[in-house]
């Protein structure tokens, strides 16, 4: 018999469920509620005193509870460390795409042992932070083995997994980028595929042109990959509207957009991501999220976890930096951080906290999830519930 658990006296639950949220309420926000957990799914919310009787009782004790955060964009397989590079940076130097042949140059040296336990070290970070959807690229490999393998290992630990052989043209391809473009939509992408959920492309001077990333991702489609565009991070260019017209999941980054990119975005199902920690760490200009958002556009927020232009795994980190620097209000970022996320990754059984819901919550040490931007840097999170199951949890947090 599935056991039933319910986490009662909890201050003020978020639910984004459609059912509850308004325009007064955008988070669907419950006070003194009640959530149910059966086997990996949420079965009931509403108010404590109206909860059902279940086999277990966790006293939330007034604190907030919240959806587990959706990452959608990661680069988690790899093997290396860029600090040196980020202290000079941080020193005067600029960022350019180039760094990521670092990376490529350890990642290919390291064992399948190593990637996987830096991959599984990192996912655990996240969730030590309430992260409980994680979405990962390839592209540290940039061979057709070194991807494959890259995906292969990923897709041991989560379905949210993306193809990106076009994150930089392979030092090898050098000369001959046209060549690299071929290798990365033939040869590479079957031997990725069947890894694989989603087809990314780097669309950006210094990376790949309009053509070349619309070849990519028409090819990703035709062995049935969704698209998702890094478009718009360090100039303006043509990926926002690539991504809306071949009707990615979500266009990344969009830092530089014209007017045309944000009716794009606000008319289209494709989802705005925004990545402040990369902008943070490159000491770059933040993307206004607050343009998109009076648009019309859904906005995600991620991490953009990666080696060299933002070493984090923390989406409390990309709340407060949102709310700080983006234009967000602290219910916009908490929303765009579950939600948002959920939407970028066309799921509807993550992000929410409503019957049916995949039982992925998050309890924070504070009475309302606006604690997240309003006590930045402190580690707020008491226990993360994955598919029902506890999996974190401070001394005597529950
Ligand atoms: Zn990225």
């Known amino acids: 018999m599935t056991v039933s658990t319910a986490i009662t006296d909890i201050g003020s ?8 949220t308004s325009a007064d309420n955008p988070l669907g926000l419950v006070r003194d509620a009640a959530v149910v957990i059966e086997g990996d799914r949420v079965v009931w ?14 006293d939330a004790g007034g604190r907030a509870l919240l959806p587990g955060f959706v990452d959608s964009h990661a680069h988690l397989v790899f093997a290396g460390d ?24 350890a990642t290919r040296a390291a064992s399948d042992a190593e990637l996987d336990g ?18 990962t690229k390839s592209g540290y490999g940039l061979t057709v083995e070194d991807e494959a393998r890259a995906l292969r290992i990923a897709a041991e630990r989560t379905p949210e997994t993306t193809y990106l052989g076009a994150h930089v043209v392979a030092p090898e391809y050098a000369g001959d980028p046209a060549g690299y473009v071929d290798l990365v939509t033939g040869p590479m992408l079957d031997a990725c595929a069947p890894y694989a959920r989603w087809v990314d492309v780097f669309c950006e001077r210094g990376a790949f042109d309009g053509d070349q990333a619309r070849a990519v991702l028409d090819a990703g489609r ?34 530089y957009l014209t007017d045309a990119d944000v009716d794009a975005l606000a008319s289209g199902d494709t989802v705005a991501t925004l990545l402040p920690g990369a902008e943070f760490s490159t000491r770059a200009t933040y993307p206004d999220a607050r343009r998109l958002l009076d648009a019309g556009a859904t906005v995600a927020l991620s991490t953009d976890c990666n080696p060299g232009s933002s070493f984090t795994t923390s989406m409390p980190f990309c709340i407060a930096v949102a709310v700080r620097e983006m234009g967000m209000s602290p ?33 924070i040490d504070a ?10 840097g402190v580690p707020l999170t008491a226990a993360v519930w994955q598919a029902g199951a506890l999996v974190s949890a401070d001394g005597a947090a529950v």
């Open 13 to 20: 639950l978020i639910t984004n469920d459609p059912s509850l």
């Open 45 to 58: 919310t509403g108010a404590t005193s109206k909860a059902p009787p279940t086999d277990n009782r966790v």
């Open 82 to 105: 860029r600090g040196p590079e980020f202290a000079a940076r941080m020193s005067g130097r600029p960022y350019s795409a180039g760094g990521i042949r670092t990376t490529v140059a």
């Open 118 to 135: 830096n991959l599984a070290r990192l996912i655990a970070e996240a969730r030590r932070q309430g992260t409980t959807t994680v979405e």
């Open 222 to 255: 035709a062995r049935g990959l969704t698209p998702r565009v890094h478009a718009n991070q360090l100039g303006h260019g043509p990926g926002v509207l690539l991504a809306v017209e071949l009707g990615a999941a979500s266009a990344d980054h969009c830092t």
């Open 331 to 363: 219910d916009e970022a908490v929303r765009a951080a579950t939600y948002g996320g959920a939407r970028a990754l066309r799921r509807t059984d993550v992000g929410t906290v409503a019957p049916g819901s995949r039982a992925d919550l998050h309890l």
């Open 367 to 376: 009475p309302s999830h606006i604690h997240l931007a309003y006590r930045p």
